[in-house]
């Protein structure tokens, strides 16, 4: 079942920060983050195994509650680099990765 | 992190038709995955491929519209048959990386056109 990720598109300019949530109806043992640009396969940026558990990637960081199922990503000083599409993935019991519809993220000068 | 090479990186095919698309792995890998993402779309799994059995399925996708092949642990084809315009889409191969992480890594895509 598809996480569902908010908000769908968010404007930033330079310097300002963002966040970026997912949530999924299944309990889930862990969630990825990935990044793709226009044209580009997705780049995995992070994964979240443990409740409450936050992680960092450059000025990017991540948090996730397991015992809600909720993990956001924040987008800390952002920079133009930073634009592209947002997907997380939520991991259930199986191997199997699915993903949220996504967030595109544009940064402007 | 696991490099993955994926072929052809967009064709145009007519109706009716079947296009074969492979993923070539540098280092051996126990699962691979398909993924189908339509523009602007997210990515939606199309099955899993493991080495040595039949790939499973996810729901909506069928072995006679998508066979897949997996001869070894380091490739893997997908093909998309008696295409239609609906199969347009972008194909993504990826597999999971080796060490503590567990991210996925993708393929290039293939980006099919059906006409």
């Known amino acids: 079942q598809q996480p569902v990720q908010s908000p769908q598109a968010v404007i930033l300019r330079e310097g300002e920060d963002a966040v970026i949530n997912c949530s999924s109806s299944?309990?889930?043992?862990?969630v990825h983050w990935y990044r793709q640009k226009h044209g580009e396969a997705p780049v995995f940026l992070m994964i979240l195994l443990k409740g409450g558990e936050q992680k960092g990637h450059e000025k990017i960081s991540a948090s996730f509650n397991e015992k809600k199922q909720q993990s956001s990503l924040y987008l800390t000083a952002s920079q133009l680099s930073y634009s592209g599409t947002y997907f997380c993935g939520a991991k259930s019991n199986d191997y199997k990765l699915s993903f949220g519809a996504g967030t595109t993220v544009t940064v402007r000068a | 992190s696991a490099v993955i090479s994926q072929k052809p990186s967009r064709d145009i095919c007519q109706r009716g038709t079947s296009l074969t698309i492979q993923c070539q792995v540098d280092s051996q890998v126990t699962m691979m995955f398909w993924y189908r993402q339509q523009p602007g779309q997210s990515l939606t799994l199309i099955a899993t491929a493991n080495q040595g059995s039949e790939a499973t399925y996810e729901s909506g996708f069928v072995i006679d519209k998508f066979p897949i092949s997996r001869p070894n642990l380091t490739f893997s084809t997908l093909t998309v048959s008696n295409m239609s315009p609906e199969d347009s889409s972008i194909y993504l191969c990826s597999v999971v990386g080796q060490g503590s992480d567990y991210g996925y890594t993708f393929g290039s895509g293939t980006r099919l056109t059906v006409v």
């Open positions: 299944k309990a889930l043992y862990s």
